[in-house]
Every structure is written in structure tokens, then in C-alpha cells.
């Protein structure tokens, strides 16, 4: 199996951009490093940081982090792997191979990368077991050159303002361009340095805690799935009570209801039903709508006078003695009590 690494596979643009800026910037400084006082020491201590800067850079670049198992197994097709004498549980189906159980499968390099902790862009390659240690030397000694550079360009721009840097000929010609440049990689520096600091602060962090990048990136992505998941059961609770209580409602709705009232004297209990009381009403104000329509009809169509006085005079009472029952019935409906007037005394 041919060694796969961060120079062999096609650069990515973070992977140039970040090759671009580191030499610019160290050119930078060499520069500024010569208008400082004791500049020889300045050029000592920044030639330091940057030569080990790139020695951990390249090592974890060109270094191979594919699972050794894959290597084996790939290199030895058709010859029996005992996986078993390994204790290898996992099988990659994309790599054909047994892995750890450490092992994760890179989308981005397309390998099985043992103990994997993160794939970075930076440097375009897969950091896992076999490079993490000289990873973490890259990231600090890269991170104690920011600092450096920050500190000399800052000393550079100061000196500027105080016009120091006048009487050297370099800088008297090309003074404001060489300040503009400065000032740029400054911000520069301070952004990576910031990133670099929290980078570090994070793998300070997991190898306290024993776990990887991707088991950090991992467990985070579960707390936030875990409260969305459990805001989705509350509201389905939620919803369930609420269903619930209207059927409850209804269920009640549909119950006889005791009523009590209780007068001076006497205390009465009615016993009723909302849908029956509403069809017996119904039902009543039919029949007495019919009555009274049959009794206008005989006042209408029959022709003696004595008859039609006393047809008169039956309707009104009877009409009377209709609004009489309707009233003892609405006030059955509400639990009253009501004695019956006499009609000869209406009479």
C-alpha cells in the first residue's frame, strides 16, 4: 500500500494560504529584526521559533496515520488475517478492512486513520496516533512565533511613530509602505494567535479528560440534540393533557347533574339532563306553536258570533295557561320552585 500524507494528496487552499502567510511573515521579521536593538539576539531567538516551527510542521504533514492493520491487510490480499487473535471488532467497508476500535474512516483523505482525533485543513492531513505529538509541537511552537512576531512589530510600529526608524535608509525610502504591511500582519498575528490559544486551551482540555477531538465534537452535538428532543416530548405531553382534558370536559358535560336550592321552608333536588331538558323544550314549544295555530284557525273560520266570542276568550285562556307552563318549566330548569295559579281566579 502506497503512504498516503498531507503532501501527497492534492493542497487545499487553507493548506497554501497558511504555507503563503508563514513565509511572508518570517521574511517580515527577519527584516525588522535587523532595524531592533540587539538585533543579532532577536535573529537567534526568531530563527529558533521558526526553524521548529517547520520541523513539526513538515513531520506531521508528511507522516501516514492509516490504521497499521489496513496496511497489513492491504498489502497481504489473499492471505488469512486472523482478526479474531487481534481483537479487531470493527470491519471498514470502504478500506475492505479489520480496524481498532479506536479507528474512524477520514471522508476527507478516504483512509482509516488509527486512534483518529481530527482531520485539519491546515496542514491537509489526518491527525491521529501516529502524528498527534508532533502536531501538538507544531501548534505551540507556531503559537510562541505569533507571539514573537507580535512583539517585534509592535516594537517596529512604536519605533515608527517615534521616528526612529527614519535614519536607516531601507525604512527612510519605503517608511508608510513598510508601516501598512505591518500593521496588516499584526492583525494578522493577533488572529492567529487567539485561534491558536484556544486551540490549545481545547486539547489541554480533552487530554485531561481522556478523549479525543471527535469524541469532544461528538458528545457536544448529542447536548444539543438531547434538549431539542426533549422540548419536542414536553410538548407532545403537553398536547396529550390538553386532549385529555377536554374529553374529560365533555365526558363531564354529558353527566346528570345535581343541583340543590333550598328554600325557607322546604329544600327540592331536581334531577336533569342538558340534552333531555333541550328536546323536551323543543318538543313542548312544537305542540303549543300547533295549538295555538289550530285555535287561530277557528277564530278565522267559524261565523257565529256567541261561538266565536267564546272560541275568543278560550284561546286567550289557553294561551295564557301556555305561557303559565312554559314559565313552571323554565323555572324547573333552574332548580325553582313555582306553585300553579288558579285558573278561575284568571277566568
Given at each position: 500500500?502506497?503512504a ?9 487552499l487553507f493548506?497554501?494560504?497558511t ?17 531592533l ?7 537567534i531567538?526568531f ?6 516551527s ?42 475492505f ?5 479506536t ?8 483512509r ?8 485539519c ?6 491527525i491521529g ?8 509541537g ?11 512576531s ?10 515608527y511613530?517615534e521616528?526612529?526608524?527614519?535614519t536607516?535608509?531601507?525604512?527612510s525610502?519605503?517608511?508608510?509602505l513598510i ?25 489541554a482540555?480533552?487530554?485531561k479528560?481522556?478523549?479525543?477531538t ?10 444539543k ?7 419536542e416530548i ?16 365533555k ?23 342538558p340534552?333531555i331538558?333541550?328536546?323536551e ?5 312544537s ?8 285555535q ?7 261565523g257565529s ?23 313552571l318549566?323554565?323555572?324547573?330548569t ?6 300553579t ?7
Open positions: 500500500m502506497k498516503r500524507s498531507g503532501c501527497s494528496q492534492f493542497p487545499t493548506q497554501i494560504s504555507y503563503i502567510l508563514f513565509i511572508l511573515n518570517a521574511v517580515l521579521i527577519f527584516i525588522h529584526t535587523f532595524a536593538e540587539e538585533n543579532i539576539v532577536h535573529y531567538i530563527s529558533f521559533l521558526v526553524w521548529i517547520i520541523y513539526f510542521c513538515i513531520k506531521t504533514t508528511i507522516s501516514d496515520p492509516t490504521d497499521s492493520f489496513v496496511i497489513q491487510q492491504q498489502n497481504n490480499r489473499g492471505e488469512f488475517f486472523d482478526y479474531e487473535d487481534q481483537q479487531l471488532n470493527q470491519f471498514c467497508e470502504l478500506c478492512a479489520y480496524v481498532k476500535d479507528t474512524k474512516h477520514c471522508k476527507s483523505c478516504d482509516c486513520c488509527e486512534d483518529f482525533d481530527h482531520h485543513r491546515w496542514i491537509n492531513n489526518c496516533g501516529k502524528n498527534y505529538k508532533p502536531f501538538i507544531m501548534i505551540v511552537s507556531v503559537f510562541l512565533l505569533l507571539l514573537y507580535i512583539v517585534v512589530n509592535g516594537r517596529v510600529i512604536n519605533q511613530h521616528e526612529e526608524l527614519q536607516s535608509t531601507f525604512y525610502k519605503h517608511a508608510q508601516l501598512i504591511i505591518t500593521v496588516i500582519f499584526l492583525v494578522l498575528e493577533i488572529v492567529g494567535f487567539v485561534f491558536l490559544l484556544q486551540l490549545i486551551a481545547l486539547h482540555y480533552i487530554y479528560k481522556g478523549m479525543t471527535y469524541d469532544f465534537i461528538v458528545s457536544r452535538r448529542k447536548k440534540v438531547e434538549p431539542s428532543n426533549q422540548s414536553n410538548r407532545d405531553n403537553n398536547q396529550e393533557n390538553k386532549i385529555k382534558n377536554i374529553k374529560d370536559s365526558e363531564q358535560d354529558n353527566k346528570p347533574v345535581i343541583q340543590k336550592k333550598e328554600d325557607g321552608k322546604q329544600g327540592s333536588k331536581t334531577y336533569t339532563h340534552e331538558i333541550k328536546n323544550g323543543s318538543l313542548c314549544s305542540k303549543k306553536a300547533k295549538q295555538t295555530v289550530l287561530k284557525r277557528k277564530l278565522t273560520q267559524d258570533d256567541e261561538y266565536q266570542k267564546e272560541s275568543f276568550v278560550n284561546f286567550f285562556t289557553q294561551r295564557h295557561q301556555t305561557n303559565i307552563e312554559f314559565q318549566q323554565n323555572r324547573k333552574n332548580n325553582i320552585e313555582a306553585t295559579p288558579e285558573l278561575a281566579k284568571l277566568q
